[in-house]
């Protein structure tokens, strides 16, 4: 069984692009989580997919941030525009029903 | 809210035990986790408990007390690759979102 897998695993952009982040869950899975880790920081919970319905967003930190799970399989993750401080590892986790969470190995995210 | 706390990084000897302390005070509360993450990979689940006790699954064992918002992983036999980020994360009562503290690095030394 594959695991949760994210891409790109690396990106660097200078600040005011887009950037755009894909997760791809365990097949099946219809839980669906986005976590960030900013240097120096615990990671945080940014937002939460059931299937393509969005539970719970109370973590995005503002607009700038649009997440989508269009037909309940994959997520994408945008940034736009990207500032500085939005760098760090953007981690997608998925779990059936509400066991324990599998997470993807992340995207390190530079803004410059 | 949720408020995590766990040691920074701890050393330990090649074959040796190690405790790994997490104190949580939590608004509400369904279940602790521990993962263990190493450099650059993915955090991998190591272990569960929602009930006070202690839970053990091969050299890794994991206790609660919820009374005490207190919970610690024990790892026994301690192998060089057992050098990581151990990272201790509460779920919420809605069954949603996990908490996690800033993990502890451990480093076993030969």
């Known amino acids: 069984e594959a695991g949760v897998t994210q891409f790109p695993s690396h990106s660097v952009i200078e600040k005011g692009q887009t950037v755009t982040l894909r997760c791809d869950p365990i097949?099946?899975?219809?839980?669906l989580y986005w976590y960030r880790r900013v240097m120096g920081k615990e990671i945080k919970f940014l937002l939460h997919?059931?299937?393509?319905?969005?539970?719970?967003e109370s973590g995005m930190p503002n607009n700038r941030f649009l997440a989508e799970r269009t037909g309940g399989t994959y997520s994408t993750l945008k940034v736009q525009p990207a500032e500085l401080e939005d760098s760090g590892v953007y981690f997608c986790?998925?779990?059936?029903?509400?066991?324990?969470?599998?997470f993807g190995q992340g995207t390190r995210l530079t803004v410059v | 809210g949720q408020n995590i706390d766990q040691p920074t990084e701890m050393t330990a000897t090649e074959g040796a035990i190690v405790q790994i302390n997490c104190t949580y005070q939590?608004?509400?509360?369904?279940?602790l986790f521990w993962y263990q993450q190493h450099a650059g990979e993915a955090p991998t689940f190591l272990s569960y408990?929602?009930?006070?006790g202690l839970e053990e699954k091969g050299r890794f064992s994991s206790f609660l007390s919820r009374s005490k918002g207190y919970s610690y992983l024990l790892l026994k036999e301690l192998q060089m690759k057992d050098s990581a980020s151990y990272l201790c994360?509460?779920?919420?009562?809605?069954?949603?979102?996990?908490?996690f503290g800033k993990g502890t690095m451990l480093l076993v030394s030969p």
């Open positions: 994360a509460v779920r919420d009562m809605g069954y949603s979102t996990l908490t």
């Open positions: 939590t608004s509400g509360f369904n279940g």
């Open positions: 986790a998925s779990s059936r029903d509400r066991g324990e969470a599998f």
């Open positions: 408990n929602v009930l006070d």
């Open positions: 097949s099946g899975h219809d839980n």
């Open positions: 997919f059931v299937k393509e319905s969005k539970q719970d």
